[in-house]
Protein backbone atom coordinates (compact mmCIF):
# COMPACT_ATOMS: atom_id res chain seq x y z
CA UNK A 1 0.00 0.00 0.00
CA UNK A 2 1.58 2.85 -1.14
CA UNK A 3 0.54 6.63 -0.43
CA UNK A 4 2.20 10.10 -0.85
CA UNK A 5 1.26 11.23 2.92
CA UNK A 6 0.16 8.98 5.42
CA UNK A 7 -1.49 10.45 8.42
CA UNK A 8 -1.54 8.43 11.92
CA UNK A 9 -4.15 9.41 14.06
CA UNK A 10 -7.99 10.60 13.17
CA UNK A 11 -8.29 12.61 16.29
CA UNK A 12 -8.66 16.77 15.39
CA UNK A 13 -4.88 17.18 14.51
CA UNK A 14 -4.85 14.28 12.19
CA UNK A 15 -8.22 15.20 10.27
CA UNK A 16 -7.16 18.69 9.48
CA UNK A 17 -3.54 17.59 8.47
CA UNK A 18 -4.76 14.96 6.54
CA UNK A 19 -7.29 17.37 4.82
CA UNK A 20 -4.35 19.57 4.36
CA UNK A 21 -1.76 17.46 2.13
CA UNK A 22 -5.15 16.13 -0.24
CA UNK A 23 -4.74 17.44 -3.50
CA UNK A 24 -6.95 16.66 -6.24
CA UNK A 25 -4.20 14.32 -7.28
CA UNK A 26 -2.03 12.95 -4.79
CA UNK A 27 -3.13 9.59 -2.34
CA UNK A 28 -3.73 10.31 1.49
CA UNK A 29 -4.55 7.79 4.13
CA UNK A 30 -5.53 7.94 7.98
CA UNK A 31 -4.42 5.46 10.15
CA UNK A 32 -6.27 4.95 13.55
CA UNK A 33 -6.33 1.82 15.58
CA UNK A 34 -9.82 2.28 16.99
CA UNK A 35 -13.06 3.80 16.13
CA UNK A 36 -13.13 6.73 13.60
CA UNK A 37 -15.74 8.85 15.55
CA UNK A 38 -13.93 8.00 19.00
CA UNK A 39 -10.87 10.21 19.97
CA UNK A 40 -10.30 12.16 22.63
CA UNK A 41 -10.79 15.46 20.63
CA UNK A 42 -14.43 14.06 20.19
CA UNK A 43 -14.59 14.32 24.59
CA UNK A 44 -13.26 17.36 24.45
CA UNK A 45 -16.69 19.27 25.19
CA UNK A 46 -16.16 22.85 26.32
CA UNK A 47 -14.71 24.57 23.13
CA UNK A 48 -12.06 26.46 21.08
CA UNK A 49 -10.40 29.34 21.82
CA UNK A 50 -10.03 32.52 19.25
CA UNK A 51 -10.08 36.13 19.17
CA UNK A 52 -12.65 36.47 16.31
CA UNK A 53 -11.16 40.01 15.67
CA UNK A 54 -7.37 40.43 15.00
CA UNK A 55 -7.77 44.20 15.37
CA UNK A 56 -8.59 44.28 19.01
CA UNK A 57 -5.27 44.09 19.73
CA UNK A 58 -5.60 44.40 23.61
CA UNK A 59 -7.71 41.39 23.61
CA UNK A 60 -5.28 39.34 21.05
CA UNK A 61 -2.62 40.06 22.71
CA UNK A 62 -4.21 38.90 26.36
CA UNK A 63 -4.70 35.84 24.56
CA UNK A 64 -0.67 35.15 24.33
CA UNK A 65 0.06 36.39 27.70
CA UNK A 66 -2.80 34.56 28.98
CA UNK A 67 -1.65 30.88 27.23
CA UNK A 68 2.23 31.78 27.97
CA UNK A 69 1.56 32.60 31.55
CA UNK A 70 0.01 29.23 32.02
CA UNK A 71 3.21 27.62 30.51
CA UNK A 72 5.15 28.48 33.73
CA UNK A 73 7.74 29.94 31.88
CA UNK A 74 8.10 26.81 29.01
CA UNK A 75 6.18 28.31 26.74
CA UNK A 76 7.84 29.51 23.26
CA UNK A 77 6.63 32.73 22.87
CA UNK A 78 7.01 32.56 18.93
CA UNK A 79 4.68 29.37 18.85
CA UNK A 80 2.31 30.44 20.62
CA UNK A 81 2.01 33.79 18.90
CA UNK A 82 1.29 32.00 16.16
CA UNK A 83 -1.55 29.68 17.33
CA UNK A 84 -3.05 32.52 18.46
CA UNK A 85 -3.21 34.89 15.57
CA UNK A 86 -4.21 31.65 13.35
CA UNK A 87 -7.24 31.08 15.67
CA UNK A 88 -10.03 33.37 13.77
CA UNK A 89 -9.13 32.09 10.14
CA UNK A 90 -9.36 28.35 11.92
CA UNK A 91 -12.63 29.13 13.31
CA UNK A 92 -13.95 30.69 9.65
CA UNK A 93 -12.09 27.52 8.46
CA UNK A 94 -14.17 25.11 10.82
CA UNK A 95 -17.63 26.81 9.98
CA UNK A 96 -17.01 26.50 5.92
CA UNK A 97 -16.46 23.13 7.00
CA UNK A 98 -19.96 22.39 8.31
CA UNK A 99 -19.01 23.28 12.51
CA UNK A 100 -22.34 25.41 13.84
CA UNK A 101 -20.80 27.52 16.67
CA UNK A 102 -23.46 28.58 19.02
CA UNK A 103 -24.35 32.23 18.44
CA UNK A 104 -25.58 35.11 20.52
CA UNK A 105 -29.37 36.89 19.43
CA UNK A 106 -27.23 38.97 17.58
CA UNK A 107 -26.09 36.48 15.56
CA UNK A 108 -22.47 36.52 16.08
CA UNK A 109 -20.11 33.64 17.67
CA UNK A 110 -20.87 33.22 21.01
CA UNK A 111 -17.97 33.26 23.71
CA UNK A 112 -17.83 31.72 27.11
CA UNK A 113 -15.07 32.35 30.17
CA UNK A 114 -12.82 29.48 30.78
CA UNK A 115 -10.07 29.02 33.81
CA UNK A 116 -6.97 30.87 33.31
CA UNK A 117 -8.22 33.21 30.72
CA UNK A 118 -8.83 37.22 31.50
CA UNK A 119 -11.79 37.10 28.56
CA UNK A 120 -14.75 35.20 27.51
CA UNK A 121 -12.95 33.86 24.05
CA UNK A 122 -14.00 30.51 24.14
CA UNK A 123 -16.08 29.60 21.21
CA UNK A 124 -18.71 26.34 22.00
CA UNK A 125 -21.09 24.44 20.43
CA UNK A 126 -22.97 23.67 23.82
CA UNK A 127 -21.09 21.12 25.42
CA UNK A 128 -20.02 19.08 22.57
CA UNK A 129 -17.58 21.63 20.88
CA UNK A 130 -15.16 18.49 20.12
CA UNK A 131 -17.44 15.86 18.98
CA UNK A 132 -18.83 18.63 16.41
CA UNK A 133 -15.88 19.56 14.98
CA UNK A 134 -14.93 15.50 14.49
CA UNK A 135 -17.98 14.78 12.88
CA UNK A 136 -17.89 18.22 10.22
CA UNK A 137 -13.57 17.16 9.53
CA UNK A 138 -14.57 13.48 9.31
CA UNK A 139 -16.99 14.48 6.68
CA UNK A 140 -14.74 16.61 4.84
CA UNK A 141 -12.27 14.17 4.72
CA UNK A 142 -14.11 11.88 2.87
CA UNK A 143 -15.88 14.61 0.27
CA UNK A 144 -12.16 15.29 -0.70
CA UNK A 145 -10.95 11.50 -1.19
CA UNK A 146 -8.84 10.78 1.96
CA UNK A 147 -8.91 7.02 2.13
CA UNK A 148 -9.57 5.63 5.98
CA UNK A 149 -7.74 2.35 7.48
CA UNK A 150 -9.32 2.02 11.11
CA UNK A 151 -8.71 -0.88 13.34
CA UNK A 152 -5.04 -0.37 11.93
CA UNK A 153 -2.32 -0.50 14.82
CA UNK A 154 0.97 1.10 14.14
CA UNK A 155 3.60 -0.98 15.42
CA UNK A 156 6.73 0.92 14.23
CA UNK A 157 8.19 3.56 11.79
CA UNK A 158 9.89 2.56 8.62
CA UNK A 159 13.24 4.50 7.87
CA UNK A 160 15.79 4.83 5.62
CA UNK A 161 19.26 6.68 6.63
CA UNK A 162 17.23 9.00 9.03
CA UNK A 163 14.40 9.99 6.18
CA UNK A 164 10.69 8.29 6.79
CA UNK A 165 9.76 5.30 4.64
CA UNK A 166 6.63 4.57 5.93
CA UNK A 167 4.99 2.56 8.89
CA UNK A 168 4.83 -0.89 10.35
CA UNK A 169 1.36 -1.82 11.34
CA UNK A 170 -1.14 -4.39 12.39
CA UNK A 171 -4.43 -4.79 10.70
CA UNK A 172 -6.44 -6.16 13.77
CA UNK A 173 -9.06 -7.64 11.78
CA UNK A 174 -7.01 -11.14 10.99
CA UNK A 175 -3.49 -10.17 13.21
CA UNK A 176 -1.34 -9.54 9.73
CA UNK A 177 1.87 -7.32 9.95
CA UNK A 178 1.60 -4.90 6.85
CA UNK A 179 3.73 -1.92 5.43
CA UNK A 180 2.28 1.33 4.20
CA UNK A 181 4.60 3.42 2.33
CA UNK A 182 5.00 6.79 2.05
CA UNK A 183 7.02 9.98 1.07
CA UNK A 184 5.69 11.86 4.02
CA UNK A 185 4.20 11.01 7.61
CA UNK A 186 2.20 12.76 10.14
CA UNK A 187 2.08 11.67 13.46
CA UNK A 188 -1.00 12.64 15.32
CA UNK A 189 -1.74 10.03 17.95
CA UNK A 190 -2.72 12.07 20.90
CA UNK A 191 -1.45 11.96 24.66
CA UNK A 192 -0.57 9.43 27.19
CA UNK A 193 -2.93 10.59 30.10
CA UNK A 194 -4.20 6.96 29.44
CA UNK A 195 -1.25 5.28 31.30
CA UNK A 196 -3.53 6.42 34.50
CA UNK A 197 -6.41 3.76 33.63
CA UNK A 198 -9.22 4.16 36.27
CA UNK A 199 -8.31 7.63 37.06
CA UNK A 200 -8.38 9.13 34.00
CA UNK A 201 -11.14 10.73 31.23
CA UNK A 202 -9.20 8.74 28.26
CA UNK A 203 -10.65 5.65 27.08
CA UNK A 204 -8.13 2.26 28.48
CA UNK A 205 -6.50 2.02 25.04
CA UNK A 206 -5.00 5.40 25.32
CA UNK A 207 -1.68 4.20 26.13
CA UNK A 208 1.08 6.63 24.42
CA UNK A 209 1.15 4.19 21.96
CA UNK A 210 2.77 6.42 18.90
CA UNK A 211 5.13 8.10 21.97
CA UNK A 212 6.74 4.70 22.43
CA UNK A 213 7.07 3.96 18.74
CA UNK A 214 8.49 7.30 19.01
CA UNK A 215 11.21 6.50 21.60
CA UNK A 216 11.92 3.16 19.55
CA UNK A 217 12.78 5.48 16.72
CA UNK A 218 15.50 7.18 18.41
CA UNK A 219 13.41 10.54 18.54
CA UNK A 220 13.77 12.54 22.06
CA UNK A 221 10.68 12.91 24.30
CA UNK A 222 10.19 16.74 26.12
CA UNK A 223 8.60 17.56 29.63
CA UNK A 224 7.01 14.54 29.69
CA UNK A 225 6.67 15.10 33.18
CA UNK A 226 3.49 17.99 32.97
CA UNK A 227 0.62 15.91 33.15
CA UNK A 228 -2.46 17.93 33.31
CA UNK A 229 -5.26 16.99 36.10
CA UNK A 230 -8.61 17.84 34.98
CA UNK A 231 -10.16 18.76 38.10
CA UNK A 232 -13.83 17.57 37.64
CA UNK A 233 -14.18 13.99 36.82
CA UNK A 234 -17.36 12.05 37.88
CA UNK A 235 -16.43 10.56 40.81
CA UNK A 236 -17.70 7.54 39.96
CA UNK A 237 -17.21 7.21 36.63
CA UNK A 238 -14.29 9.32 35.71
CA UNK A 239 -16.28 11.10 33.10
CA UNK A 240 -14.93 14.58 32.46
CA UNK A 241 -17.29 17.39 33.73
CA UNK A 242 -16.51 19.83 30.94
CA UNK A 243 -15.03 23.07 32.45
CA UNK A 244 -17.74 25.16 30.63
CA UNK A 245 -19.97 23.80 33.70
CA UNK A 246 -18.06 26.40 35.62
CA UNK A 247 -17.77 28.83 32.69
CA UNK A 248 -21.62 28.73 32.73
CA UNK A 249 -21.37 29.46 36.58
CA UNK A 250 -21.45 26.37 38.30
CA UNK A 251 -19.87 26.23 41.99
CA UNK A 252 -17.16 23.74 43.88
CA UNK A 253 -18.16 23.43 46.94
CA UNK A 254 -17.31 20.79 49.34
CA UNK A 255 -19.33 18.51 52.05
CA UNK A 256 -19.62 21.37 54.08
CA UNK A 257 -21.42 23.57 51.41
CA UNK A 258 -18.57 25.57 51.57
CA UNK A 259 -16.89 27.13 48.20
CA UNK A 260 -13.33 26.87 48.40
CA UNK A 261 -11.22 28.23 45.48
CA UNK A 262 -12.49 30.25 42.26
CA UNK A 263 -13.89 28.23 40.05
CA UNK A 264 -12.26 30.02 37.65
CA UNK A 265 -8.57 29.37 38.47
CA UNK A 266 -5.99 27.39 36.63
CA UNK A 267 -6.27 23.69 36.15
CA UNK A 268 -3.37 23.04 38.29
CA UNK A 269 -4.37 24.89 40.97
CA UNK A 270 -8.01 23.83 41.35
CA UNK A 271 -6.85 19.60 41.19
CA UNK A 272 -4.56 20.73 44.49
CA UNK A 273 -7.21 22.50 46.11
CA UNK A 274 -9.71 19.57 45.30
CA UNK A 275 -6.83 16.90 46.67
CA UNK A 276 -6.71 19.31 49.87
CA UNK A 277 -10.26 18.96 50.71
CA UNK A 278 -10.32 15.00 49.93
CA UNK A 279 -7.14 14.34 52.31
CA UNK A 280 -9.16 16.29 54.63
CA UNK A 281 -12.05 13.81 54.83
CA UNK A 282 -14.28 16.36 52.69
CA UNK A 283 -15.53 15.07 49.24
CA UNK A 284 -16.18 17.91 46.94
CA UNK A 285 -19.26 18.21 44.34
CA UNK A 286 -19.97 20.93 40.85
CA UNK A 287 -22.98 22.54 42.42
CA UNK A 288 -25.01 23.64 39.26
CA UNK A 289 -28.46 24.08 41.37
CA UNK A 290 -28.36 28.05 41.19
CA UNK A 291 -28.59 27.54 37.14
CA UNK A 292 -31.82 27.58 35.85
CA UNK A 293 -32.78 23.89 34.20
CA UNK A 294 -33.65 25.66 30.41
CA UNK A 295 -29.96 27.16 30.79
CA UNK A 296 -28.43 23.57 31.83
CA UNK A 297 -30.45 22.10 29.15
CA UNK A 298 -29.34 24.57 26.52
CA UNK A 299 -25.57 25.03 27.39
CA UNK A 300 -24.43 21.74 28.95
CA UNK A 301 -26.94 18.81 27.59
CA UNK A 302 -24.18 15.68 27.63
CA UNK A 303 -23.42 16.56 31.10
CA UNK A 304 -27.18 16.92 32.07
CA UNK A 305 -27.79 13.43 30.45
CA UNK A 306 -24.30 11.83 31.09
CA UNK A 307 -25.01 12.59 35.08
CA UNK A 308 -28.21 11.33 35.02
CA UNK A 309 -27.94 8.17 33.33
CA UNK A 310 -24.02 7.40 34.79
CA UNK A 311 -25.01 8.20 38.38
CA UNK A 312 -29.08 9.18 38.49
CA UNK A 313 -28.20 12.75 39.53
CA UNK A 314 -30.18 15.46 38.64
CA UNK A 315 -27.65 18.26 38.33
CA UNK A 316 -30.27 20.87 37.90
CA UNK A 317 -31.17 19.54 41.90
CA UNK A 318 -28.83 17.97 42.73
CA UNK A 319 -25.14 18.22 43.62
CA UNK A 320 -22.66 15.68 41.42
CA UNK A 321 -19.32 14.31 43.47
CA UNK A 322 -16.43 14.95 41.53
CA UNK A 323 -12.43 14.34 41.90
CA UNK A 324 -9.19 15.06 39.74
CA UNK A 325 -8.58 12.83 36.88
CA UNK A 326 -5.82 12.63 34.17
CA UNK A 327 -6.63 14.02 31.61
CA UNK A 328 -4.33 15.37 29.29
CA UNK A 329 -0.40 15.05 28.53
CA UNK A 330 1.77 18.57 27.95
CA UNK A 331 4.63 16.47 27.35
CA UNK A 332 5.03 14.94 24.21
CA UNK A 333 8.13 14.44 21.20
CA UNK A 334 9.93 17.19 20.90
CA UNK A 335 9.92 19.17 17.13
CA UNK A 336 11.52 21.91 15.37
CA UNK A 337 9.74 24.84 13.51
CA UNK A 338 6.22 23.67 15.52
CA UNK A 339 5.75 20.36 13.78
CA UNK A 340 8.97 18.98 12.28
CA UNK A 341 10.73 15.98 13.48
CA UNK A 342 14.55 14.48 13.47
CA UNK A 343 13.37 11.82 11.32
CA UNK A 344 13.01 13.56 7.53
CA UNK A 345 9.47 13.75 6.05
CA UNK A 346 8.15 12.92 9.70
CA UNK A 347 5.72 15.39 11.45
CA UNK A 348 4.24 15.19 14.70
CA UNK A 349 1.15 17.76 16.07
CA UNK A 350 -1.83 17.87 18.47
CA UNK A 351 -1.53 16.23 21.89
CA UNK A 352 1.52 13.95 21.74
CA UNK A 353 3.83 17.10 20.37
CA UNK A 354 5.67 19.09 22.24
CA UNK A 355 6.06 22.57 20.52
CA UNK A 356 6.28 25.13 23.34
CA UNK A 357 2.52 25.78 23.13
CA UNK A 358 1.04 24.26 27.23
CA UNK A 359 4.66 24.08 28.80
CA UNK A 360 3.91 23.22 32.51
CA UNK A 361 0.05 23.34 32.29
CA UNK A 362 -2.62 23.88 29.39
CA UNK A 363 -5.36 26.51 29.55
CA UNK A 364 -8.60 25.58 28.76
CA UNK A 365 -10.11 25.87 25.39
CA UNK A 366 -6.41 25.87 23.98
CA UNK A 367 -6.20 21.72 23.53
CA UNK A 368 -8.60 22.53 20.17
CA UNK A 369 -6.87 25.44 19.30
CA UNK A 370 -3.42 23.61 19.16
CA UNK A 371 -4.25 20.67 17.39
CA UNK A 372 -6.45 22.55 14.75
CA UNK A 373 -3.48 25.32 14.28
CA UNK A 374 -0.74 22.41 13.95
CA UNK A 375 -2.54 19.81 12.62
CA UNK A 376 -3.40 22.24 9.49
CA UNK A 377 0.48 23.00 9.39
CA UNK A 378 1.77 19.80 9.36
CA UNK A 379 -0.19 18.64 6.73
CA UNK A 380 0.74 21.83 4.26
CA UNK A 381 4.29 20.35 5.41
CA UNK A 382 3.93 17.12 4.60
CA UNK A 383 2.47 18.35 1.27
CA UNK A 384 5.40 20.07 0.54
CA UNK A 385 7.76 17.68 1.32
CA UNK A 386 5.82 14.61 -0.64
CA UNK A 387 5.84 17.19 -3.58
CA UNK A 388 10.12 17.34 -3.42
CA UNK A 389 10.56 14.18 -2.20
CA UNK A 390 9.94 10.42 -3.62
CA UNK A 391 9.54 7.51 -1.81
CA UNK A 392 12.41 5.91 0.51
CA UNK A 393 13.58 2.40 0.37
CA UNK A 394 11.29 -0.19 2.67
CA UNK A 395 13.95 -1.95 5.22
CA UNK A 396 12.09 -5.12 5.46
CA UNK A 397 14.30 -6.35 8.44
CA UNK A 398 12.56 -4.17 10.95
CA UNK A 399 9.25 -5.88 9.59
CA UNK A 400 10.60 -9.37 10.36
CA UNK A 401 11.29 -8.14 13.19
CA UNK A 402 7.26 -6.81 14.10
CA UNK A 403 6.26 -9.84 12.30
CA UNK A 404 8.41 -12.20 14.82
CA UNK A 405 7.44 -10.27 17.78
CA UNK A 406 3.77 -10.76 17.07
CA UNK A 407 4.25 -14.69 15.86
CA UNK A 408 6.16 -14.96 19.71
CA UNK A 409 2.97 -13.41 21.54
CA UNK A 410 0.86 -15.79 20.37
CA UNK A 411 3.36 -18.82 20.99
CA UNK A 412 3.64 -20.21 24.61
CA UNK A 413 1.11 -20.20 27.57
CA UNK A 414 0.69 -17.47 30.26
CA UNK A 415 -0.81 -17.19 33.94
CA UNK A 416 -0.89 -14.00 33.95
CA UNK A 417 -4.01 -11.36 33.52
CA UNK A 418 -2.94 -8.33 31.41
CA UNK A 419 -5.68 -6.62 32.59
CA UNK A 420 -4.97 -6.91 36.27
CA UNK A 421 -1.95 -5.37 35.18
CA UNK A 422 -2.76 -2.43 33.11
CA UNK A 423 -5.09 -1.26 36.46
CA UNK A 424 -2.01 -1.96 38.65
CA UNK A 425 -0.10 0.03 36.34
CA UNK A 426 -2.96 2.92 36.67
CA UNK A 427 -3.39 2.85 40.28
CA UNK A 428 0.56 2.99 40.64
CA UNK A 429 1.18 5.81 38.77
CA UNK A 430 -2.35 8.17 39.85
CA UNK A 431 -0.72 7.21 43.57
CA UNK A 432 2.61 7.81 43.17
CA UNK A 433 3.14 9.90 40.07
CA UNK A 434 -0.18 11.58 40.34
CA UNK A 435 -1.16 15.54 41.41
CA UNK A 436 1.58 15.14 44.37
CA UNK A 437 5.05 13.79 44.10
CA UNK A 438 8.37 13.21 45.73
CA UNK A 439 11.75 11.24 45.43
CA UNK A 440 10.40 8.11 47.74
CA UNK A 441 6.94 8.09 45.87
CA UNK A 442 8.80 8.55 42.50
CA UNK A 443 11.14 5.62 42.77
CA UNK A 444 8.75 3.33 44.32
CA UNK A 445 6.44 4.23 41.12
CA UNK A 446 9.41 3.49 38.62
CA UNK A 447 10.82 0.28 40.52
CA UNK A 448 7.30 -1.02 40.08
CA UNK A 449 6.61 -0.03 36.61
CA UNK A 450 10.27 -1.91 35.75
CA UNK A 451 8.87 -4.52 37.48
CA UNK A 452 5.67 -4.54 35.58
CA UNK A 453 7.72 -3.85 32.43
CA UNK A 454 9.59 -7.36 32.63
CA UNK A 455 6.44 -9.05 33.10
CA UNK A 456 5.06 -7.87 29.94
CA UNK A 457 7.48 -9.99 28.27
CA UNK A 458 6.13 -13.01 28.90
CA UNK A 459 2.73 -12.20 28.22
CA UNK A 460 1.22 -14.35 25.74
CA UNK A 461 -2.36 -14.64 24.08
CA UNK A 462 -4.31 -17.28 25.67
CA UNK A 463 -7.06 -16.92 22.83
CA UNK A 464 -4.79 -18.44 19.57
CA UNK A 465 -7.54 -16.83 17.43
CA UNK A 466 -5.81 -14.46 15.07
CA UNK A 467 -9.30 -12.98 13.81
CA UNK A 468 -9.80 -9.82 15.96
CA UNK A 469 -7.77 -11.08 18.78
CA UNK A 470 -8.25 -8.13 21.51
CA UNK A 471 -5.51 -9.79 24.07
CA UNK A 472 -2.88 -9.01 21.36
CA UNK A 473 -3.57 -5.70 20.81
CA UNK A 474 -3.81 -4.83 24.66
CA UNK A 475 -0.65 -6.92 25.41
CA UNK A 476 1.08 -4.41 23.00
CA UNK A 477 -0.58 -1.18 24.37
CA UNK A 478 0.43 -2.34 27.63
CA UNK A 479 3.88 -2.65 27.00
CA UNK A 480 3.92 0.97 25.29
CA UNK A 481 2.29 2.08 28.33
CA UNK A 482 4.79 1.02 30.47
CA UNK A 483 7.69 2.38 27.86
CA UNK A 484 6.03 5.73 28.63
CA UNK A 485 5.84 5.95 31.47
CA UNK A 486 8.78 5.15 33.24
CA UNK A 487 9.81 8.04 30.62
CA UNK A 488 6.83 9.64 32.68
CA UNK A 489 8.34 8.82 36.07
CA UNK A 490 12.16 9.59 35.53
CA UNK A 491 10.97 13.10 33.93
CA UNK A 492 9.59 13.76 37.02
CA UNK A 493 12.68 12.64 39.42
CA UNK A 494 14.64 14.96 37.23
CA UNK A 495 12.89 17.86 37.63
CA UNK A 496 13.53 18.45 41.64
CA UNK A 497 10.97 21.56 41.70
CA UNK A 498 7.62 22.58 41.31
CA UNK A 499 6.17 24.12 38.59
CA UNK A 500 2.67 24.09 36.49
CA UNK A 501 1.27 20.36 36.68
CA UNK A 502 4.05 19.11 38.14
CA UNK A 503 4.29 19.38 41.92
CA UNK A 504 6.62 17.48 44.40
CA UNK A 505 5.94 17.96 48.25
CA UNK A 506 10.01 17.58 48.64
CA UNK A 507 10.85 20.23 46.34
CA UNK A 508 8.00 22.61 46.85
CA UNK A 509 9.07 25.97 45.50
CA UNK A 510 10.25 26.62 41.52
CA UNK A 511 13.23 27.19 40.70
CA UNK A 512 15.13 29.24 37.99
CA UNK A 513 17.22 26.11 36.93
CA UNK A 514 14.90 24.16 36.07
CA UNK A 515 12.91 26.82 33.64
CA UNK A 516 14.30 24.99 30.67
CA UNK A 517 13.49 21.32 29.28
CA UNK A 518 13.65 17.92 30.78
CA UNK A 519 14.84 15.63 28.22
CA UNK A 520 14.43 11.93 27.39
CA UNK A 521 15.54 9.43 24.70
CA UNK A 522 15.97 5.74 25.12
CA UNK A 523 19.12 4.63 24.51
CA UNK A 524 18.55 0.85 23.93
CA UNK A 525 15.40 -1.22 25.13
CA UNK A 526 14.59 -0.50 28.61
CA UNK A 527 17.81 2.32 29.18
CA UNK A 528 17.04 5.94 29.20
CA UNK A 529 19.25 9.30 28.75
CA UNK A 530 17.68 11.77 30.98
CA UNK A 531 19.09 15.41 30.56
CA UNK A 532 18.16 18.70 31.46
CA UNK A 533 18.49 21.24 28.52
CA UNK A 534 21.27 23.62 28.61
CA UNK A 535 18.77 27.05 27.73
CA UNK A 536 21.94 29.09 28.23
CA UNK A 537 24.25 27.49 25.91
CA UNK A 538 21.19 27.70 23.17
CA UNK A 539 21.07 31.21 24.24
CA UNK A 540 24.57 31.56 23.47
CA UNK A 541 24.44 29.66 20.42
CA UNK A 542 21.52 31.61 19.24
CA UNK A 543 22.99 34.79 19.68
CA UNK A 544 26.23 33.68 17.83
CA UNK A 545 24.27 32.51 14.94
CA UNK A 546 22.26 36.12 14.72
CA UNK A 547 25.48 38.35 15.08
CA UNK A 548 26.65 36.24 12.44
CA UNK A 549 23.73 36.92 10.02
Same mark, same amino acid.
Given at each position: ??????????????????????????????????? @??????????????????????????????????????????????????????????????????????????????????????????????????????????????????????????????????????????????????????? %??????? #????????????????? @?????????????????????????????????????????????? #??????????????????????????????? @?????????????????????????????????????????????????????????? %????????????????????????????????? #??????????????????????????????????????????????????????????????????????????????????????????????????????????????????????????????????????????????????? #????????????????????????
Amino acid at each position: MVYDVIVVGSGIAGLMAAIEAKTDTNKVAIITKGN @LFKSNSAMASGGINAVLDLEDKVEFESHIEDTFKSSKGLGNRHNITYMCRKASDIIAKLISYGVAFDRDEYGNIAQRAFGGGKHNRTCYVGDKTGSAIIQALIKKAKEVGIKFFINTYVLNLATNERKISGVIALRRIDSTVLVYSAKSVV %LAGGGYA #GIFRGNSTNAQDYTGDL @LAVCLRARLTLRDMEFIQFHPTGIAKTNYLVTEAARGEGGYLVNSD #GERFIDELETRDKIAKAILEQQNNDKKVFID @LRHLSLEKIQKKLPSLYSVALNQTGIDISEELLEIKPVAHYSMGGVEVKNMVESEIKG %LYICGEMAANGIHGANRLGGNSLLEGTVFGELA #GQKALKYSLENGHEIIDYNLVIKDIKNIDKIFMGETSKNFNAIRVSLGNSMFKYVGIIRSKESLVKAFDYAKYLRNQSYSLHCINKEKRNNVELSSILELRNALEVSEAVILGAKKRKESRGAHHRDDYPETKEKYENHILIKEIQK #GYFKVELEDKSFLTKFRNLFINKE
